[in-house]
């Protein structure tokens, strides 16, 4: 487990692809019991570890969650992440088209399909649709791919994979949403790069980085822009 961050109020965590964050039908064990697991090892915790969640990424997304330590902290993180202006948000996506323009911003409206867990983004309001915004930019190309960041200003199902299908760009291994391979792991190229938000407790900004996953197209991308994870 890749520890990004811990103080006695947050942890945050670094997530591998195709890590379930809460116990799903698959049984698999989640992020937030390996992480009970840490701190009662850690602190020598009797009984049960809190932990609570403000915030989730899809399973097969890699990179920075959050965690509240107390059960003081978890409202107030749960206030924070629903104010999307008070929470920097900062994605990573590795497509494989450029998108035209090389930045912008976007704004659809997304539905959702429980049945097949599926978001759809609509051009103009629909029936049950919720506004949905953010802005990209491209960082770097390769032979194949293009690197791209992305900044969420709302917070929808799947927005970030339904919207940039919705301009042609297809996140590498995500099948559901238009890329024609899976990777290997199972997961897909989007990873949560960055999270800001001023800390509920100490009142300073606290800004968490994740590096990608160690992965050759990863690495790839790190080393055309000249930077270490």
């Not at 399973?59 to 059960?71: E, N």
């Not at 998108?99 to 051009?123: D, Q």
């Not at 238009?178 to 900004?205: M, T, W």
Request: charged share 25%.
């Amino acid at each position: 487990m890749d520890i990004l961050y811990e103080d006695n109020h947050i942890l945050a965590i670094n997530k591998a692809c195709g890590e379930v964050v809460h116990v799903d039908q698959s049984g698999d064990e989640s992020l937030v019991d390996k992480a009970k697991a840490y701190l009662k090892e850690k602190y020598s915790k009797p009984g049960n570890v809190f932990l609570g969640l403000p915030h989730r990424l899809d399973r097969p997304t890699s990179g920075v969650i959050i965690l509240a330590r107390t059960g003081k902290m978890l409202p107030r993180l749960n206030k924070l992440f629903k104010n999307k202006e008070a929470v920097k948000r900062i994605y990573w996506a590795i497509v494989d088209h450029p998108p035209v323009p090389a930045e912008g911003f976007l704004e659809h409206y997304i539905t959702r399909s429980k049945e097949v867990n599926k978001s759809y983004a609509h051009t103009r309001e629909v029936a049950d649709s919720k506004y949905a915004a953010l802005s990209y930019r491209t960082l770097a190309h390769s032979d194949r791919y293009t690197l791209l960041e992305i900044e969420l200003h709302t917070g929808r199902h799947h927005q970030i994979r339904a919207q940039l299908f919705r301009i042609g760009c297809h996140i590498k291994g995500d099948l559901k949403y238009g890329f024609p391979r899976s990777n290997p792991d199972g997961g897909i190229h989007l990873h949560a790069r960055q999270v800001a938000f001023i800390h509920p407790v100490k009142n300073e900004l606290l800004s968490i980085t994740a590096p990608p996953p160690n992965e050759p197209l990863w690495n790839t991308f790190l080393k055309i822009m000249g930077e270490s994870a």
